[in-house]
């Protein structure tokens, strides 16, 4: 069932899917207790993840749950999409690498500011990004 | 599983394959189907009396009495409700079939007749189909099944009419942003050579490209030496509107001017850190106040040479 809580999944398509991805983890960060420049960081993560599905993949979705563990609660966001995926998840993982003429520091900056990072990708198949920041 | 996306309401792009899962999440199996389509006859005789109790029902309410005014209004709607029920019952849930109740949904949400209305006036008429059938078919068992059949596919039909209602709503504040993005950014002349411009909102790629255009034509008409970036009205940043930034800077600098970022925040400048924009290449000099005297210096610089 968990599938149908569309309030926090949230599809993208465009760039206004970005705006609203960014604004419900902002939105679930604060809930969960994060602190102010860190609900700012994890904005400006999933910023990068959902970007990059509307520049490379077309269309994808993002999941934004509240998780918790003994003691501490955190944000996990899973950002996915079936488009062409990656070839070299290690290049992309580079700073300055891009194949889309920008700055290449999407993944890796989005890697430097969260607490846990892993991203799945088969070629033709898609991306699948998973990042958790904890309060 | 079932998503937001294959609930999406354009059917006409729906496959066979998509239909039939929508179908099966709202359970709805052969036997539903053939119930349903083995009253089909019985349902047309009582499909008219239906009808007829449900206007009584909404037109005794003045919102609804005005929106059917003139009597042909009325009749349409009528004829259309009568058709409704025929597809309802004639057991066909085809592509066609979704199309057509996506069409509903919006005309729906263009009348202005909300999901609270809607599903409420669904349920009068479904309370009003059950006593029918409850009068008319074999024993009441056989009704209460029916009935059962009935409920999924009209609760699959106020899902697909709610998921129309969300993305009728999703365009409209989709064009207003668009519209917003598309307002003139201020470009404003603090004196000659010299050019502010205060970058507000979220900065998209459409909102980014016209905000490159409209500073690159004022350098030119305006003569400018050296361009005030201000972006204190900007809440978040990541690495494509750095790299806008970047490029305006560098398009303007080919332009003959220069330009200098004030205003960042404390939360912008960790976000640009952590991502590992350069901060040096982006040339920001603190508040307003400090990008002036920094333009200042560089105005003068280029008179004394
Ligand atoms: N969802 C995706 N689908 C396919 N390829 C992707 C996807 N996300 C990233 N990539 C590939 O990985 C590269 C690196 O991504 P990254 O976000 O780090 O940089 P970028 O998007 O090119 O530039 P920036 O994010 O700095 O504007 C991309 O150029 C692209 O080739
Ligand atoms: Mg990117």
New interface residues.
């Given amino acids: 069932m968990a599938d149908l809580r569309s309030s926090l999944r949230v599809t993208i398509a465009r760039d206004a899917d970005v705006v609203a991805a960014r604004q419900r983890g902002r939105a679930v960060a604060a809930e969960v207790g994060l602190s102010r420049p860190d609900q700012a960081l994890l904005a400006t993560a999933i910023s990068e993840l959902a970007r990059n599905v509307v520049n490379y993949a077309g269309r994808g979705e993002a999941l934004i749950e509240a998780v918790s563990q003994v003691g501490r609660r955190g944000v996990l966001v899973t950002v996915s999409d079936n488009g062409p995926g990656i070839d070299n998840i290690e290049a992309a993982l580079s700073d300055g690498f891009s194949t889309g003429g920008s700055l290449g520091l999407g993944l890796p900056g989005a890697r430097r500011i969260v607490d846990e990072f892993d991203i799945e990708s088969k070629p033709g198949e898609g991306v699948r990004v998973r990042i958790l920041k904890w309060a | 599983?079932?998503?937001?996306?294959q609930l999406?309401s354009d059917f006409e792009s729906k496959t066979e394959g998509e239909i039939k899962k929508l179908l099966s999440w709202s359970a709805i199996e052969d036997a539903d189907v053939e119930r349903i389509a083995s009253i089909a006859s019985v349902s047309e005789d009582f499909s008219d009396a239906v009808i007829q109790k449900f206007y009584d029902h909404i037109l005794s309410f003045e919102e609804a009495a005005d929106m059917f005014a003139s009597e042909s209004t009325l009749e349409r709607v009528k004829r259309g409700q009568k058709e409704y029920f025929r597809q309802l019952t004639a057991g066909v849930y085809d592509q066609k079939y979704f199309a057509e109740r996506k069409r509903i949904g919006q005309i729906h949400e263009t009348a202005g007749i909300g999901p609270a209305l809607y599903i409420g006036a669904y349920a009068f008429y479904l309370n009003q189909v059950g006593l029918e059938l409850l009068e008319r078919v074999g024993s009441p068992e056989e009704a209460f099944r029916l009935h059962l059949s009935l409920l999924k596919l009209a609760h699959l039909d106020m899902a697909l009419a709610l998921q129309t209602y969300v993305e009728a709503r999703e365009t409209t504040?989709?064009a207003q942003?668009r519209e917003m993005s598309e307002l003139p950014t201020p470009v404003l002349q603090v004196k000659a050579g010299l050019l502010l411009v205060p970058v507000v909102g979220?900065l998209?790629?459409?909102r980014a490209r016209s905000l490159t255009i409209a500073l690159l034509e004022s350098i030119q008409s305006m003569r400018a030496r050296v361009l005030v970036l201000d972006i204190t009205g900007v809440?978040?940043?990541?690495?494509?509107v750095?790299?806008h930034l970047?490029q305006t800077m560098t398009a303007a600098r080919l332009m003959g001017a220069h330009s200098i970022i004030t205003g960042i925040s404390?939360?912008?400048a960790?976000?640009l850190v952590?991502?590992?924009?350069d901060a040096t290449s982006l040339n920001t000099f603190g508040d307003l106040e400090r990008g002036f005297e920094e333009a200042e210096r560089i105005m003068s610089a280029h008179r004394e040479e």
Avoid: C, F, R, Y
């Fill in positions: 599983m079932l998503t937001a996306q999406n504040i989709e942003q979220t998209d790629s459409h809440s978040a940043v990541d690495s494509m750095a790299n970047l404390p939360t912008v960790e976000a952590k991502i590992g924009v």
